[in-house]
């Protein structure tokens, strides 16, 4: 089992900075890939970003690349996704998840077993 547990959402202001944690713990080490996601009210859950454990090879969603860096620190056990120049519409529930090597290239929920709780994130105008 793989635990996963998100940090670092809140109330932001358009224009401005979030940096969200993700600890994950378990059998980490049979994990290839980390993911991003996001599902706003109403909306389907939608690909962010992910990162490769092994490598940090990363792969992004075309419409947030540029904006948001995803990273990792593998001695921690730690991934991390900066967000910059926010926007409302970036308002949503912000999801960690792990995946086996079959996740990897994907941008769909369904290709990662393990997710977090999920942390809020909101964007004001």
């Known amino acids: 089992q793989v635990q996963l547990v998100e940090s670092g959402g809140g109330l932001v202001q358009a224009g401005g900075s979030l940096r969200l944690s993700c600890a994950a713990s378990g059998r980490t080490f049979s994990n290839y890939a980390m993911g991003w996601f996001r599902q706003a009210p109403g909306k389907e859950r939608e690909f962010v970003a992910a990162?490769?454990?092994?490598?940090?090879?990363?792969f992004y969603a075309d419409s947030l690349k540029g904006r948001f860096t995803i990273s990792r620190d593998n001695a921690k056990n730690m991934v991390y996704l900066q967000m910059n120049s926010l926007k409302p519409e970036d308002t949503a529930v912000y999801y960690c998840?792990?995946?086996?090597?079959?996740?990897?290239?994907?941008?769909?929920?369904?290709?990662?077993?393990?997710w977090g709780q999920g942390t809020q994130v909101t964007v004001s105008s």
């Open positions: 998840a792990a995946g086996g090597h079959s996740a990897w290239g994907s941008r769909s929920v369904s290709a990662y077993d393990y």
């Open positions: 990162i490769s454990w092994r490598d940090g090879s990363t």
